[in-house]
């Protein structure tokens, strides 16, 4: 299978930052925020040429960005600081905030309240991206939704077989979550019938301890309009401002005419 350009420069960096020196010096760059060649050469015992060797290969690989530093009197300095993508290699602790809140939300409002948060993030999924579908043939939809995927971090793939199309994700990029709640998986499958509009079966499931997440797309199997509407027809109703209010004035309306009666 050919490797796609994004995954041979992730490859690359793994093993530019693998390299000691070149973690030392992104470590020093987290630590001090900016420093120079000189500055570094010293801080580690290497002499400035072999610094920027390893820093040419950082800037290659978008983890360092040089800055000129002029000042009032002579020449001006050149320093080296992380870029935004550098930061992914530092440890973060996203997973546990969303976990946190999702408990909060649970704790506070019940589970119904953290399905509705992944129902309108699915939503907002569909209302972004589905324009990149519109006039595409079957096979071109699901190929974009691959695209999709991977944009996401979930290492999508797919392939045509014989009944349909087959999805695979190598990758949850929301796997913490998805571990401890299954709203997202859940939603991620209406996402794919929604967006595709065609049944969609899911054979393999990462959160369940498989190696990937496979679905299967039934390319004779297209979704009624109805089942496919009736939700968010539903959800319309429900969201709406004004419906309380109106079935409220429309049963206090059909008792005044019994009423008269």
Not at 61 to 75: D, F, N, T, Y
Not at 175 to 187: D, E, L, M, N
Not at 199 to 223: D, F, K, L, M, Q
């Amino acid at each position: 299978m050919v490797l796609e350009l994004r995954e041979i420069n992730e490859i690359q960096t793994d093993r530019w930052i693998k390299d000691s020196t070149r973690r030392q010096i992104l470590d020093l760059l987290k630590r001090r925020g900016r420093a120079t060649v000189e500055e570094m050469a010293a801080a580690l015992n290497i002499t400035p040429m072999g610094v920027r060797r390893h820093l040419l290969a950082l800037e290659n690989a978008a983890l360092v960005r040089i800055e000129i530093e002029r000042r009032p009197m002579g020449r001006p300095t050149y320093v080296y600081k992380l870029t935004e993508e550098a930061e992914a290699l530092f440890p973060k602790g996203y997973h546990h905030l969303v976990l946190d809140l999702l408990e909060c939300v649970a704790a506070r409002e019940g589970m119904e309240r953290v399905d509705e948060l992944f129902e309108r993030r699915k939503e907002r999924w569909i209302a972004t991206y589905a324009p990149r579908l519109e006039g595409k043939t079957l096979e071109e939809r699901v190929a974009e939704v691959a695209r999709i995927m991977s944009e996401n971090g979930y290492m999508a793939r797919w392939q045509k077989t014989e009944r349909g199309y087959v999805l695979t994700e190598h990758n949850c990029a929301i796997a913490h979550v998805a571990r401890a709640y299954p709203q997202p998986c859940r939603t991620e499958l209406a996402f794919f019938r929604e967006l595709l509009g065609v049944e969609v079966t899911r054979v393999n499931h990462i959160a369940s301890g498989g190696t990937c997440c496979s679905y299967v797309i039934h390319e004779s199997a297209p979704i009624p309009i109805t089942r496919r509407t009736a939700r968010s027809a539903s959800d319309r109703r429900r969201e709406s401002p004004n419906s309380g209010p109106r079935r409220a004035a429309s049963r206090a309306e059909r008792r005044l005419r019994r009423e008269a009666k």
